[in-house]
């Protein structure tokens, strides 16, 4: 089946052809359709499967052929707007919508906060025909009378299961709310949950579902593997295996930011180039580690959860769970960086003796064994004892971007000494007193 057939205008066909696609994805064959008949949307898919494309490429389709009613400032009004719980999946979904509209006459826009303010204000006054924006920024035009939404024609939620976790629900609340009632709603989500299902019921209209095959974690695109470690033996061996294999573009997982942090510093220590990216760094360190590493002069990006979802890094090789994470869905999402589009990956993660809970867990989500293996010289000590992993409330930054509890492992036979703490959160890079009100809170509320 061919993009040609879906019923999509020569011109978005074009782009999508120079994208080197030459047929749609199970997700886009299926909600292309659907978003091209009109109707309310609900699907299940994750970041890797062409969601992107799957609402983007209709939603050209739609606002090319429709003309748009009424003027705003003298311009056509903003008719799509595009919700997404990160500022880098924004970014890259305006990307998207730049690339596929690329001969259409159609403008977007991206609007998130930890940037200028001003800039957006004064891009609002021109034409602006789709809007992809971060709840906390999108609220603060509205409040300073900067943004109208009174003509959006159609609704994204992208990641919506995310910006649920990440606590957005009132400030959707607050977007719907803004929004004509009559218009077309999609939804995204990549793990369905209560939470989704309440949304969803409240917000569409007799929607088409959707479920693509969740990415298949056991897809023989990404091999994965299990590296038994002492916990105080990781970044040890994490240097080692960077050096051995000769990883030249390997993405880091740890759970909390002050662990990125800390990582980074060590691998320097080995010198091994490395950079973080997390909530608590500001935007432009954040957009300029992730430009490095995705046009590969950055050997190592440390990421906290804020980067498993939405990162599309073309051909990642390597990604690495230096620590592995709480929630075993996020393991899905981290390694579905790599191997994305058919490209072949590995996924690698370091595991100590508190973890092994948390690899039941994965390995249960997952319905697959992880294959383990020791590196002669880091092998773990069989007397080191389990220790409870801090859940983070208390003594280390909370892994941002989740609400959900951390788990901590059932208590140990033989408990012994206690695990060394972190240090005080990490504070935030920006300078508060340097931005605007709108700006900090934006920063706060937009990760
Ligand atoms: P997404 O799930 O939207 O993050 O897309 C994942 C990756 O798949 C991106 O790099 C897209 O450029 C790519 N992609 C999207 N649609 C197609 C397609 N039909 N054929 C090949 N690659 C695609």
Redesign the pocket.
């Known amino acids: 089946m061919s993009f040609s057939t879906l019923g999509l205008s020569n011109e978005i066909i074009r782009a999508v052809t120079e994208?080197?696609?030459?047929?749609?994805?199970p997700i886009?064959l299926q909600a292309i359709p659907a978003v091209l008949s009109g109707s309310d949307l609900l699907a299940g898919a994750q970041?890797?499967?062409?969601?992107?494309?799957s609402f983007t490429l209709p939603l050209l389709h739609r606002l090319s052929s429709d003309k748009s009613k009424g003027t705003f400032n003298g311009y056509p009004p903003i008719r799509a707007l595009v919700l997404t719980p990160t500022r880098e999946l924004a970014a890259q979904v305006e990307e998207?919508v730049r690339e596929y509209g690329k001969y259409l006459k159609l403008n977007s826009m991206v609007m998130f906060g930890g940037v200028s303010i001003n800039l957006q204000k004064q891009r609002l006054k021109g034409r602006v025909d789709i809007l992809v924006a971060t709840p906390g920024r999108l609220l603060d035009h509205v409040h300073q009378g900067t943004l109208n939404l009174s003509h959006i024609e159609v609704l994204v939620l992208d990641e919506a299961d995310r910006m649920l976790d990440m606590g957005f629900i009132n400030d959707i609340r607050r977007i719907l709310s803004l929004l004509p009632k009559q218009r077309q709603n999609l939804l995204f989500f990549a793990t369905f949950s209560d939470k989704i299902k309440a949304l969803a019921a409240g917000l569409l209209n007799h929607p088409t579902m959707i479920e693509v095959a969740r990415r298949n974690v056991t897809a023989d695109t990404i091999a994965q593997k299990v590296y038994q470690v002492d916990r105080d033996k990781k970044r040890q061996l994490l240097a080692h295996l960077i050096r051995r294999d000769n990883w030249y573009q390997v993405l880091v997982f740890t759970r909390t930011k002050y662990g990125a942090d800390r990582l980074v510093k060590q691998l320097a220590e080995d010198r091994i180039q490395a950079l973080a990216i997390h909530g608590n760094k500001s935007q432009p360190v954040r957009t300029n580690a992730l430009a490095k590493f995705k046009n590969g002069s950055l050997q190592v990006l440390v990421a906290t959860d804020i980067a498993a979802r939405g990162l599309?890094i073309?051909e990642l090789p390597h990604v690495v769970n230096f620590d592995l994470p709480n929630v075993p869905e996020d393991y899905v999402h981290r390694i579905g960086r790599t191997g994305?589009?058919g490209a072949s990956g590995e996924a690698v993660s370091l595991v100590c003796v508190d973890e092994y809970p948390l690899l039941k867990d994965i390995e249960k989500l997952i319905e697959q064994r992880l294959v383990r293996e020791v590196v002669a010289g880091f092998g773990p000590n069989p007397d080191i004892e389990p220790e409870a992993i801090p859940n983070g409330q208390q003594h280390r930054p909370k892994p941002e971007g989740d609400k959900r509890p951390a788990r901590t492992p059932k208590p140990l036979p033989r408990a012994s000494a206690k695990r060394k703490l972190a240090p005080p959160a990490a504070t935030n890079g920006d300078k508060p007193g340097a931005r605007s009100f709108a700006s900090r809170r934006s920063a706060k509320r937009d990760r």
């Open positions: 994208r080197g696609y030459t047929e749609p994805t886009q970041t890797g499967t062409g969601k992107t494309a998207s599309d073309s994305r589009a």
